[in-house]
C-alpha cells in the first residue's frame, strides 16, 4: 500500500536547522552506495558488521545545464576498460584492488578519474553515517531536559559521550545487550545501570565533566519521565533501514534528478512512500542498473575512494594523519591533492553536497586534512 507523506515542512526545517543554501539549484545527482549492512545490530560477539566502517552513499554531481559530451565520457571510459570482456568499470579494477587510502591514491586509474572530474567541472557529494554513533544517540534524543541546552552544546554532549563509549565499548555494549536495547522495558534497571557505567570515568576538563553531569541528572529523571525513543522496537536493532538518507537528498534537493545505483531493498521502500512539497508530487529520481550509466559508474570509484578516506580518518589520530600526509610520495600526494581540491570546490558551490551524521571528531579530523593537503596546495 502506497504512503503519502507531505514533506514541506521537513525540508524547511532541515534547510533552517543547518544554514542550507541553493538547494533550489537544478542539478543531476549520481549515486553509488557502499559499505550498506542492510541493518545494523548487537550480536553476542558485537555487531553483525565492522562498527567502524561507516555507510556512505556518495558520486558526482554537476548543474544539469552543464552538458558533458559523450565523446568526452568516451574518451576517458577508453583509458579505463582496457579489456574487451569488461562490461563496466568498477572501483576495484580501477584501484587495482586497493584496500587503503594512499594505495588507491597510488592508481594510475584513480588519478585519470579526479582529473576528468576537475577538468569537466563535476563536484563530489557524500553522506555519511557512523553506523553506531548514530544508533547510540538515541540514549541522548530520548531524554527531554537535554533539549534546554544550544544545539552546539548537545552536539559535544553527543561527542563526549561516544567518545568514552569507544574507550569502554565492550563494557557499556553489554548493558545495552543485557536490556535489549533499543527496546528498554526495565527503565529503571537501565538508569542505573548506564549510571554505575558512568561512576568511574575521569573526564578531561570542566566542560565534559559539565556536560556529562548534565547526562547524568537527566538520565536520573527519566526513572520517572520512561524513555519513549527506545520503546517498541526490535531488540538489540540499532537501524533498521538506510532508506531515509535516499530520501534526504530527494527531499532536500526537489529540484534536482537523482540517479540511484540499483538496491533492490531501497527501491521497494522508497516506492512505497509518494512524497509531496507543496501539494506537488516529487518525482525526481530513478534507480539504473550500473552498467547501463557511465556516470554511475564513475560515482562507484567516487564511493570506493571515500569509503578507503573515511575508513583511514576514522582509524587514525590526528597525529598520524600529519605524519601520513608528509611521508607519502609524489603520484599519492599529487592525487591527494586534486582529490581535496575537488572536495572543497564541491564544498564551495554547495556544502548541502557533504551530510554526515557522526561525532564532532571525524568532523575535525576532515578538517585538519583538508588544512593539511591545501597547505601543500597553495605552497605554504
Known amino acids: 500500500m502506497m504512503t503519502i507523506l507531505d514533506v514541506s515542512l521537513q525540508r524547511e526545517r532541515a534547510i533552517q536547522m543547518n544554514d542550507l543554501k541553493n538547494v533550489d539549484i537544478n542539478y543531476s545527482f549520481f549515486y553509488d552506495e557502499t559499505n550498506n549492512p542492510k541493518k545494523f545490530k548487537i550480536t553476542n560477539e558485537g555487531f553483525n558488521v565492522n562498527e567502524n566502517d561507516f555507510f556512505i552513499l556518495g558520486g558526482i554531481v554537476h548543474r544539469s545545464e552543464n552538458h558533458i559530451s559523450n565523446e568526452k565520457v568516451e574518451q576517458l571510459f577508453a583509458q579505463l576498460i582496457t579489456q574487451k570482456n569488461m562490461k563496466e568499470i568498477k572501483f576495484k579494477q580501477a584501484s587495482n584492488g586497493a584496500k587503503d587510502f594512499y594505495s588507491t591514491m597510488k592508481a594510475k586509474k584513480i588519478g585519470?578519474?579526479?582529473?576528468?572530474?576537475?577538468?569537466?567541472?563535476?563536484?563530489?557529494?557524500?553522506?555519511?553515517?557512523?553506523?553506531?554513533?548514530?544508533?547510540?544517540?538515541?540514549?541522548?534524543?530520548?531524554?527531554?531536559?537535554?533539549?534546554?541546552?544550544?544545539?552546539?552544546?548537545?552536539?559535544?554532549?553527543?561527542?563526549?559521550?561516544?567518545?568514552?563509549?569507544?574507550?569502554?565499548?565492550?563494557?557499556?555494549?553489554?548493558?545495552?545487550?543485557?536490556?535489549?536495547?533499543?527496546?528498554?522495558?526495565?527503565?529503571?534497571?537501565?538508569?542505573?545501570?548506564?549510571?554505575?557505567?558512568?561512576?568511574?570515568?575521569?573526564?578531561?576538563?570542566?566542560?565534559?565533566?559539565?556536560?556529562?553531569?548534565?547526562?547524568?541528572?537527566?538520565?536520573?529523571?527519566?526513572?520517572?519521565?520512561?524513555?519513549?525513543?527506545?520503546?517498541?522496537?526490535?531488540?538489540?536493532?540499532?537501524?533498521?533501514?538506510?532508506?531515509?538518507?535516499?530520501?534526504?537528498?530527494?527531499?532536500?534537493?526537489?529540484?534536482?534528478?537523482?540517479?540511484?545505483?540499483?538496491?533492490?531493498?531501497?527501491?521497494?521502500?522508497?516506492?512505497?512512500?509518494?512524497?509531496?512539497?507543496?501539494?506537488?508530487?516529487?518525482?525526481?529520481?530513478?534507480?539504473?542498473?550500473?552498467?547501463?550509466?557511465?556516470?554511475?559508474?564513475?560515482?562507484?570509484?567516487?564511493?570506493?575512494?571515500?569509503?578507503?578516506?573515511?575508513?583511514?580518518?576514522?582509524?587514525?589520530?590526528?597525529?598520524?594523519?600529519?605524519?601520513?600526509?608528509?611521508?607519502?610520495?609524489?603520484l599519492e600526494s599529487g592525487n591527494t591533492v586534486r582529490f581535496v581540491g575537488i572536495l572543497e570546490n564541491s564544498l564551495q558551490e554547495n556544502k548541502a553536497f557533504q551530510h554526515w551524521s557522526g561525532d564532532l571528531h571525524t568532523a575535525d579530523k576532515i578538517s585538519c586534512f583538508f588544512d593539511l593537503v591545501s597547505f601543500k596546495r597553495k605552497g605554504i
Not at 122 to 143: A, E, M, P
Not at 265 to 291: A, C, G, Q, R, W
Open 112 to 330: 585519470l578519474v579526479l582529473k576528468w572530474i576537475e577538468d569537466n567541472k563535476i563536484w563530489i557529494h557524500y553522506s555519511y553515517r557512523d553506523n553506531l554513533y548514530y544508533g547510540l544517540v538515541d540514549l541522548i534524543d530520548t531524554l527531554g531536559e537535554v533539549y534546554l541546552l544550544p544545539r552546539e552544546m548537545l552536539t559535544q554532549l553527543k561527542t563526549i559521550l561516544y567518545k568514552y563509549i569507544k574507550i569502554d565499548q565492550e563494557n557499556f555494549i553489554s548493558i545495552l545487550r543485557y536490556y535489549n536495547y533499543p527496546n528498554i522495558t526495565d527503565v529503571n534497571g537501565f538508569v542505573e545501570s548506564i549510571l554505575n557505567w558512568l561512576s568511574d570515568k575521569e573526564f578531561e576538563d570542566w566542560q565534559e565533566d559539565f556536560l556529562m553531569e548534565y547526562f547524568r541528572q537527566s538520565l536520573k529523571s527519566a526513572r520517572n519521565d520512561g524513555l519513549q525513543l527506545l520503546e517498541n522496537n526490535k531488540n538489540l536493532e540499532l537501524i533498521s533501514s538506510f532508506e531515509d538518507i535516499y530520501l534526504t537528498r530527494i527531499i532536500i534537493f526537489k529540484n534536482s534528478y537523482h540517479y540511484f545505483d540499483e538496491e533492490a531493498t531501497i527501491e521497494e521502500k522508497i516506492n512505497s512512500v509518494s512524497m509531496l512539497i507543496n501539494d506537488i508530487p516529487l518525482n525526481n529520481y530513478k534507480f539504473l542498473h550500473s552498467h547501463e550509466n557511465k556516470f554511475t559508474q564513475l560515482s562507484d570509484i567516487v564511493a570506493g575512494i571515500l569509503r578507503t578516506w573515511l575508513r583511514y580518518l576514522n582509524n587514525s589520530s590526528i597525529e598520524k594523519i600529519k605524519e601520513d600526509f608528509e611521508a607519502c610520495g609524489e
